[in-house]
């Protein structure tokens, strides 16, 4: 019998990454310029990209862009719903779009989502020391659980159509360990209580 303690009890909800932009003009108390991003690489709904975006710059209501509409509903109903609210809203349409990743974690990493009438540019850079998030399910009051990898930026950035969103990264403490509002968050997992 294996060793309780090398094999995680919950099940998986889904792998992959939800790195995520979050740009601030009063210091944090209001965040007008927000991106979620999801790379999933396995999931009930399969395999695909969504980005949640809600700005000026993208008229100022949440927008979603994906390659795979079923992974971006199935992001909505299990965990965008428990992140921000706005972004769960299954009544919004899904745009088509194409997503890749340039540069890398040890400079500026950048991932660009590109539909027929916009080009999504997500920045981040001067990144801080990574750190290990562990949140089973029931942590803050969550059904599901949470184990990321968190590489937080001093600096970040959204630029849509060659226009760039106001505001800017700000500072944090994440349970003890230096952060910010824009993260990567890499070799990230869901989990839930076992059925």
């Given amino acids: 019998m294996p060793d309780p303690q090398m094999v995680d009890p919950h099940d998986p909800v889904m792998?992959?990454?939800n790195s995520f932009v979050r740009l601030s003009?009063?210091?944090?108390?209001?965040?007008?310029h927000r991106t979620s991003h999801w790379r999933v690489l396995w999931s009930p709904a399969g395999q695909g990209h969504a980005l949640f975006i809600e700005s000026a710059l993208?008229?100022?209501?949440?927008?979603?862009?994906?390659?795979?509409?079923?992974?971006?509903r199935f992001l909505q109903r299990t965990i965008e719903v428990m992140l921000y609210a706005?972004?769960?809203d299954e009544s919004l349409p899904i745009t088509d779009a194409r997503f890749e990743r340039t540069g890398h974690?040890?400079?500026?990493?950048?991932?660009?989502?590109v539909s027929a009438?916009?080009?999504?540019?997500l920045s981040w850079w001067d990144l801080m020391a990574p750190f290990v998030l562990t949140m089973p399910p029931?942590?803050?009051?969550?059904?599901?659980?949470?184990?990321?990898?968190?590489?937080?930026?001093?600096?970040?950035?959204?630029?849509?159509?060659?226009?760039?969103?106001?505001?800017?990264?700000?500072?944090?403490?994440r349970f003890g360990k230096p952060a910010s509002s824009c993260c990567l968050a890499w070799s990230e997992t869901w989990t839930k209580p076992k059925a």
Avoid at 145 to 169: C, H, K, W
């Fill in 15 to 17: 792998t992959g990454e």
């Fill in 25 to 32: 003009s009063d210091g944090g108390k209001t965040y007008p």
């Fill in 58 to 72: 993208t008229g100022g209501s949440p927008r979603i862009y994906a390659d795979n509409a079923g992974v971006a």
């Fill in 86 to 88: 706005p972004f769960a």
């Fill in 105 to 113: 974690s040890l400079s500026t990493c950048e991932e660009r989502v």
């Fill in 117 to 121: 009438s916009d080009e999504i540019i």
């Fill in 138 to 173: 029931g942590a803050m009051n969550r059904p599901l659980g949470v184990y990321s990898t968190f590489l937080p930026a001093r600096a970040a950035q959204i630029a849509v159509n060659d226009e760039t969103a106001p505001g800017q990264v700000v500072l944090l403490d």
